[in-house]
């Protein structure tokens, strides 16, 4: 579920009706589009809001707008509201990123903000975007993801930053190269003549000139500082007295200040002010909900909204979040002492009494909290219960109706708040220590995660069993089978998840669906193809349901291999692209095996081009995780690539790597499958004594029947393969069987039975048909060429057998393989001749040429060159240059 958007955070606060004009400023800032960046950077009270806002009122671009608080350190929560932000000037930017937001372990910032640079480049009209308060920020990987922005945005971008102090961002260097524009409080600082402009016409004071300049000097033209005192002037009789006992600095005269401000003000005005201060936005039926108990205060003003309403026209600091002038925040500084004063005033009138004070400020909060939760804002109202410091609600609040708080982009403030209890808060709620290990667990820290379930395990011990407990246990088990399944213990799996399902509550489908997905999981280990598909089917079915993205994504990923190993490689090919699409671009790390599964398929389909694209991303996706063997996995396949590309040393290289980091890191389960590898090689090298050696070492039954094969024991091989396939057949295993038939008909030609060996081939072929297999045959090289000729010739011809003979010839350009030449009467296998033209095209494609260089050689246009190449291939009924080629030369066209 995605995170909830605030819109009120997205609106550019409208101008003020009574505004001191700033022409300076405003060309200044004017001038800065020209450059990347405009900073605008002081400290309290300098009106930086004000001025941008002001700005962009007659600005003739566009701009989007994004006022951020402390809870924007979460770097997924901060992209979601920046492509929000975005949003607002182009409606389809960040649609794919969104759904990598989702997740609680991000990739990279520049694999998120390159996606989001290259649609903003799309929009033809200069834009500006603001960053307001951006100073709350002090995430690392955040300044990195808008550095990064700030130096790849297109021209007709400009960023405008407001903050109280400077970022952590690569300011130097903008400077040097004139893309930084500044805007510091020396500029900010009312003038003279602002000064007696503002006090006048703004704040309505008849002051005479000197008293202007000495309320200026007081305040070295702080605007907070100059509209307070303006406020407190108000209240005095002689205003030249009041302002001539001015001094201190800005800190004081601003506590001294609040204090005649407040004064001023009627009481329920201070009750109203002080009680909603703890409040980060404001709207009137909130206020209202935090003022119960409050209401002999207010009895002078209806509702919420008119006080709030009141508070803008008598500019107390109020600013509004939106154009109808339903959502309100405080300045900040403002906000900040109220709440100081507020505490103040609780404990005063709790004579002193600390412990009643927090309880009264905690009932704030409270009553913040359940009108967020009622009016949807489930994050918001978290973060008052924690604030409140009311531990049981806050745990039900990330529980969540049917589906955790975690799961709604607030991984980062649940391990936060987690983080600040101590264990015997933890202790007095073990359901926390269980909260804690799964967003440990989502976030990828999987080290950390086993002592925070075994902390809640001996809390439990001390408490007495019910429903709710039960379920405890089974989500504890449930965590401990996901944590097995990265380390692919089946036994492990099995047992936590069978434990899960048994102890949790049936209506706690969240946890129930991610671990019916690890039981799946199991049982593929197991080798039971039948009930892991049952089961990433249920889960399938019950995560789409729900709305729980990740188990989707990894139950489809499940089922994409079970479909794999059935020899179902369209559908399974189909899966894994679903899987990408869920995941979103930049993807979430998990959809590394969904590449790496269509690396496979497309390597079978012997597209090794796109093969090798799909694999090389794999393992770049696989690098985000902590302490997993996918990176292995992904290197393993890139060797067999190298392998049938000829290239056996650099696959040699890369086996050693993998076999090096598999004993490191503990990933046995990688071993036999790197050293089936291996074999492969050592018989490319013609080394089948360290390939038998090998194959023996790790028990492994096809490689020792290859081996055998290679050194001319036809019969020891046969053998050998014939238990392999009843096996196989046994077990259902429709993959291992291919593989099987396959090799056994390469040995019965071997073996000298051509007859038996070309009819199982036959049937090979036809079950391999629907698949699209190509590199199983092709693997073989030689033999299996002659195999597929004398088939062909001897009048067996399946319709795959002519393509598989032009992908020999076209591997025989590419590899090691040298594949004995055979003609065809061409007039007998085509369709349609070719032209004469086609003919010198499909010449120059053999010699190397592109298709530009044909081009220039012929004094054709590109595009014709073009619909030649379509007409080759439609004449050769083939889809690629290599194949073209192939086949011409399999029908003596070359």
Not at 14 to 26: F, N, Q
Not at 43 to 62: D, F, I, N, R
Not at 496 to 522: C, D, F, I, K, Q
Not at 780 to 789: A, C, D, H, T, V
Request: hydrophobic letters at 45%; a negative charge; aromatic letters at 6%.
């Amino acid at each position: 579920m995605s995170t909830s958007i605030l819109s009120t955070k997205l609106y550019i606060p409208p101008p003020r009706p009574k505004a001191v004009v700033r022409p300076r400023l405003i060309e200044h800032l004017n001038e800065g589009l020209n450059r990347r960046l405009t900073l605008v950077s002081a400290s309290a009270g300098y009106g930086k809001t004000t001025l941008v806002s002001e700005w962009l009122a007659g600005c003739p671009q566009s701009a989007a707008w994004l006022s951020l608080d402390e809870r924007d350190n979460d770097p997924a929560r901060f992209l979601t509201y920046l492509i929000a932000a975005l949003q607002t000037i182009a409606g389809h930017i960040g649609e794919g990123v969104l759904g990598v937001l989702q997740s609680p372990q991000l990739p990279p910032a520049e694999s998120i903000i390159t996606p989001l640079v290259n649609e903003i480049c799309d929009i033809p009209d200069h834009f500006v975007l603001v960053l307001d308060d951006y100073h709350v920020i002090d995430d690392r990987s955040i300044n990195h993801a808008v550095s990064f922005l700030i130096e790849r945005m297109p021209p007709q971008m400009h960023m405008v930053i407001a903050t109280r102090e400077d970022p952590e961002l690569p300011l130097a260097r903008l400077r040097v190269r004139n893309q930084l524009t500044e805007v510091r409080a020396a500029e900010l600082r009312f003038t003279l003549d602002e000064a007696a402009v503002f006090v006048s016409q703004v704040m309505g004071l008849n002051l005479r000139s000197e008293d202007v300049a000495l309320l200026e000097a007081r305040t070295e033209g702080w605007i907070a500082g100059l509209q307070l005192a303006a406020l407190s002037v108000q209240g005095h009789q002689d205003p030249a007295a009041y302002i001539q006992a001015f001094t201190g600095s800005h800190h004081s005269v601003l506590d001294y200040l609040i204090e005649e401000v407040l004064q001023l003000q009627s009481a329920s005005i201070q009750t109203f002010l002080l009680r909603t201060s703890i409040l980060d936005r404001l709207c009137g039926p909130l206020c209202e909900a935090v003022l119960q108990g409050a209401e002999e205060h207010l009895a002078l003003l209806a509702s919420g909204q008119e006080i709030l309403e009141y508070l803008e026209r008598t500019n107390l600091f109020i600013v509004p979040l939106d154009n109808e002038r339903r959502w309100y925040r405080y300045h900040h500084l403002f906000a900040d002492l109220l709440r100081s004063r507020l505490e103040q005033s609780i404990t005063t009138s709790s004579n002193g009494d600390a412990e009643q004070a927090a309880a009264e400020i905690a009932a704030l909060h409270i009553r913040a909290s359940i009108w967020h939760e009622d009016n949807g804002f489930a994050i918001e109202a978290f973060h008052h219960a924690a604030a409140a410091k009311d531990i049981r609600r806050a745990a039900r609040l990330i529980e969540g109706e049917g589906m955790p708080l975690l799961f709604r982009g607030a991984v980062i403030p649940v391990m936060t708040w987690l983080a600040s209890l101590p264990d015997e808060e933890l202790n007095a709620n073990p359901s926390l220590w269980v909260i804690y290990a799964s967003a440990l667990l989502m976030t990828g820290c999987t080290t950390v995660v086993e002592p925070k379930l075994q902390a809640a395990e001996k809390a439990l011990q001390h408490v007495e069993q019910n429903d709710k407990i039960q379920d405890l246990i089974g989500h504890i088990a449930a965590i401990r089978a996901s944590l097995a399944v990265s380390k692919h213990q089946a036994d492990a799996i099995m047992a936590e998840s069978r434990r899960a399902l048994r102890y949790l509550h049936p209506n706690n489908m969240p946890v129930r669906t991610s671990t019916t997905w690890t039981l799946g999981y199991a049982y593929q280990l197991q080798g039971d193809r039948a009930a892991a598909s049952k089961a990433y089917t249920e889960a399938l079915s019950h995560s789409q349901r729900i709305g729980h993205v990740i188990v989707t994504i990894m139950a489809s990923l499940g089922l994409g291999m079970i479909q794999e190993t059935d020899n179902q490689l369209h559908t399974a090919a189909e899966t894994y692209r679903s899987v990408l699409t869920m995941a979103g671009n930049p993807p979430l790390p998990a959809a590394c095996e969904a590449h790496l599964g269509l690396a496979r398929i497309c390597y079978e389909w012997n597209d090794l081009d796109a093969a090798l694209q799909h694999g090389q991303i794999s393992i770049q996706l696989a690098r985000q995780f902590e302490q997993t063997d996918r990176v292995v996995a992904g290197e393993l396949f890139l060797a067999r690539l190298k392998l049938a590309l000829g290239e056996a040393s650099s696959a040699y290289a890369i086996l050693a790597k993998t076999q090096h980091s598999a004993n490191q890191h503990n990933f046995m389960n990688q071993v036999p499958h790197i050293a089936a590898a291996q074999v492969l090689v050592l018989l490319h090298q013609g080394n089948p004594a360290a390939a038998t050696q090998l194959a023996q070492k790790h028990e492994l039954p096809i490689s020792q029947a290859r081996v055998r094969l290679a050194q001319g024991d036809t019969s020891s091989a046969l053998a050998m393969l014939h238990s392999l396939r009843e096996q196989a057949e046994a077990k259902g295993y429709a993959d291992e069987r291919l593989k099987v038939m396959v090799l056994q008909a390469v040995a019965l030609h071997a073996h000298g039975d051509k007859l038996a060996a070309m009819q199982l081939i036959v049937d090979a072929l036809t079950i391999a048909e629907s698949g699209g297999f190509i590199r199983i045959f092709v693997d073989e090289g030689i033999p299996m060429y002659k195999l597929l000729r004398e088939t062909a010739d001897s009048g067996r011809m399946p319709s795959d057998i002519g393509r598989l003979l032009a992908e020999f010839e076209a591997e025989g350009g590419r590899s090691e393989v040298q594949i004995p030449p055979h003609q065809v009467e061409p007039a007998k296998s085509l369709i349609e001749p070719l032209s004469s033209r086609e003919l010198e095209v499909l010449r120059l494609i053999a010699e190397g040429l592109s298709n530009r260089g044909i081009s220039e050689r012929l004094f054709i246009a590109l595009t014709t060159v073009k619909g030649h190449n379509q007409m080759i291939f439609d004449k050769l009924q083939v889809k690629r240059r290599t194949e073209a080629v192939a086949r011409a030369r399999q029908l003596g066209l070359l």
